[in-house]
């Protein structure tokens, strides 16, 4: 168990829907870091947070948001669905603003837009 | 979030060999690298890491070599067991305008073989 949590564990939608997957990270951890794995593309670096600020940001579409609450946890929004998001969305969490140490992944949100 | 039809180098290994997975890096400025291990349906594993200003690190049955002059990481899994059948992914801490990015490779399966 890596001690991140990320819920739900599976998510089935529409296209044009919106959804918000959500992720709490290792205790005392600050960052936390969201990718994308499908199935042509490996682990896409979305986005990530730190402290509550935006730190980095990667090829995350314009459809996608996301935000770290003060109590650290992260939330992903997903809107305008189109069946090409269907994806395994993955969490990780770190201690330092840079990832240049080991991040802790959770078991991901396997989203299915039909 | 098992990796099914992701069009991934495969190593077969028989049990008690010596695995070697290689990876090739694109940013000479990378300076943290990273292997994980991901199972079917679960998230990417914390395996070794290494800092750009060493060339070998040893673990538990694995070892990381890097060669920066040509850009070139590889894990070596010593005594490879059926326990170690996975995906394996090389990632690099990639520094950049948009903030540093843990930027993974595409992966290679390992079958090991009893």
């Known amino acids: 168990d890596s001690g991140v949590t990320q819920t739900p564990k599976h998510l089935i939608t529409a296209t044009g829907q919106r959804v918000t997957l959500r992720c709490s990270p290792r205790?005392?951890?600050?960052?936390v870091y969201w990718y994308q794995q499908s199935l042509d593309q490996g682990l896409q670096f979305l986005i990530q947070y730190y402290n509550g600020e935006e730190r980095a940001k990667g090829n995350i579409l314009e459809r996608f948001s996301a935000q770290q609450f003060p109590d650290l946890h992260s939330e992903l929004n997903l809107s305008s669905l189109e069946l090409g998001d269907s994806a395994l969305y993955f969490c990780?969490?770190?201690?330092?603003?840079?990832?240049?140490?080991?991040?802790?992944f959770g078991s991901g949100t396997q989203l299915s837009v039909l | 979030g098992e990796s099914v039809g992701l069009h991934l180098p495969t190593l077969s290994v028989q049990e008690g060999d010596n695995s070697i997975i290689n990876c090739a890096y694109s940013?000479?400025?990378?300076?943290?690298f990273i292997w994980y291990k991901q199972e079917s349906g679960k998230g990417p594993q914390f395996i070794i890491d290494i800092r750009s200003n060493m060339d070998k690190r040893q673990g538990q049955r694995v070892t990381v070599l890097l060669n920066k002059t040509v850009k070139h990481l590889s894990l070596q899994i010593a005594a490879t067991q059926p326990g170690d059948s996975a995906v394996y992914f090389c990632?690099?801490?990639?520094?950049?305008?948009?903030?540093?990015?843990?930027?993974f490779g595409g992966g290679t399966r390992v079958l090991v073989k009893p």
């Open positions: 990780a969490s770190s201690a330092l603003p840079d990832p240049n140490e080991k991040l802790f």
């Open positions: 205790s005392g951890d600050l960052s």
């Open positions: 990632a690099e801490n990639r520094r950049g305008a948009a903030g540093n990015k843990l930027t």
């Open positions: 940013n000479s400025a990378s300076d943290y």
